[in-house]
């Protein structure tokens, strides 16, 4: 079984930025996309991004686009979030996901960690 971590989350100014990782362990995913997604208080789980096994290919929600980035390091197996330009609205849970392709990580991701809190102060 393959297991997510993530870290880095914490309090932040509006305007700050913040950088998120994630470690993988257990069964290798050699072939597997990984990417974040976010879940606020009453409110839907939403994705955010995506990133290919070889890191070549990356998919971005409209609401964090060009103000976050992911990035990953297969030889260290963590995958990293980088987000700048926070807002209010950005205060959420944020949870690393894992799947097979983007269509199944964006739909329902096979790997979860168990999150880390991001809040933004106004």
């Known amino acids: 079984q393959v297991q997510l971590v993530e870290s880095g989350g914490g309090f932040v100014q509006a305007g700050g930025s913040l950088s998120l990782s994630c470690a993988a362990s257990g069964r290798t995913l050699n072939r597997y996309v990984m990417g974040w997604v976010r879940q606020a208080p009453g409110k839907e789980r939403e994705f955010l991004a995506g990133?290919?096994?070889?890191?070549?290919?990356?998919d971005y929600a409209d609401s964090v686009k060009g103000r976050f980035t992911i990035s990953r390091d297969n030889a260290k197996n963590t995958v990293v979030l980088q987000m700048k330009s926070l807002k209010p609205e950005d205060t959420a849970v944020y949870y690393c996901?894992?799947?097979?392709?983007?269509?199944?990580?964006?739909?329902?991701?096979?790997?979860w960690g168990q999150g880390t809190q991001v809040t933004v102060s106004s």
């Open positions: 996901t894992a799947d097979l392709n983007i269509r199944l990580l964006k739909s329902r991701g096979n790997y």
């Open positions: 990133i290919s096994w070889s890191g070549g290919n990356t």
